[in-house]
């Protein structure tokens, strides 16, 4: 891994852990993160609160009566080294499918609202711009590029519910846009935005700042738990799931939208074994594997 040796711990107050895994996100450091959570979860150690892996780093919650400062930082430091020494560096996640409905009306209509002085280009829409900052020839090229690969769930946050995205592609093709230049008051619930390297999924109406390309047909965050899929949790993602967007019409959006309704609907998803290694060394070839997982190829 061209990773630094260690990671910087600090303090917040008597109570955060806040460790920084690099400055910068990359596939390696969201790895590490994600592998020291779900290690120190593992480990059960009393008197943690709160363990939130991010996209680089990750902030854990402690009462520090019930557990030493000191001794946590030992075991996390010690977890963290036992994750860089691994000879076989294996993540077990599920990979999904999200169907979406790219340049829908409602996505269009709200960025109608929010051009001039909250925009780059106050004609077109957000996706027009898209394509134009990556040297596409047009929306269509832009939307394809986005939903033919997969993207990794790095963290889960900001809202409830709310995937940061991060595309499993060598970094000189991935897709990389502004945010608006002011945010918005407004974003429909389930809008696929997209800022910086980043894209995400809107899981409640509000403000935002992310540029707009569509919305996804299901919901992925559901305080009712009236859905299989959120029987567990009320919160869809977990860090660490695998996306794959899959492009639909207006009339498989409206049918999928009916299932929800109906209390029938369930994400396609497969279990996979994500094996960081072999991503890395090749990142096509890897991407065909976990689609043909999806696929049952």
């Not at 120190?40 to 009393?46: A, H, K």
């Not at 001794?71 to 499918?97: F, G, H, K, M, P």
């Not at 949790?233 to 019409?249: A, L, Q």
């Amino acid at each position: 891994m061209t990773q630094v040796a260690e990671a910087r711990y600090t303090w917040g107050g008597d109570e955060f852990l806040f460790v920084e895994i690099t400055e910068g996100m990359s596939l390696e450091s969201n790895f590490i993160s994600n592998s020291i959570a779900n290690a120190l979860e593992q480990r059960g150690l009393d008197g943690l609160v709160d363990i939130c892996p991010a996209n680089a780093s990750l902030l854990i919650r402690f009462n520090p009566d019930v557990v030493d400062h000191r001794e946590l930082e030992s075991v996390v430091r010690s977890l963290e080294q036992e994750v860089r020494a691994a000879t076989s560096q294996v993540l077990s996640t599920r990979v999904i499918e999200i169907p979406v409905w790219y340049n829908d009306p409602y996505t269009n209509e709200t960025g109608s609202r929010f051009r001039e002085g909250y925009h780059q280009r106050p004609d077109g829409n957000d996706l027009d711009y898209a394509a134009e900052v990556n040297g596409l020839a047009d929306a269509d090229e832009f939307i394809k590029r986005h939903h033919e690969s997969p993207w990794l769930v790095s963290m889960v946050g900001f809202v409830a519910g709310l995937p940061f995205l991060y595309q499993l592609v060598d970094q000189p093709n991935q897709l990389q846009v502004p945010k608006y230049l002011s945010p918005r008051t407004d974003t429909p619930a389930l809008t696929i935005g997209h800022g910086g390297c980043f894209s995400c999924i809107y899981s409640v109406r509000g403000a935002g700042g992310y540029q707009m390309f569509g919305v996804a047909a299901a919901p992925i965050y559901d305080p009712t738990q009236k859905l299989t899929d959120f029987s567990d949790f009320m919160v869809f993602f977990n860090p660490g799931d695998i996306v794959k967007f899959k492009s639909v019409s207006e009339n498989e959006y409206r049918a999928i939208q009916a299932e929800v309704e109906a209390g029938t609907f369930a994400y396609k998803q497969v279990p996979f074994q994500f094996d960081l290694g072999a991503a890395l060394a090749d990142p096509e070839g890897y991407n065909k594997k976990m689609m043909e997982a999806l696929n049952g190829v």
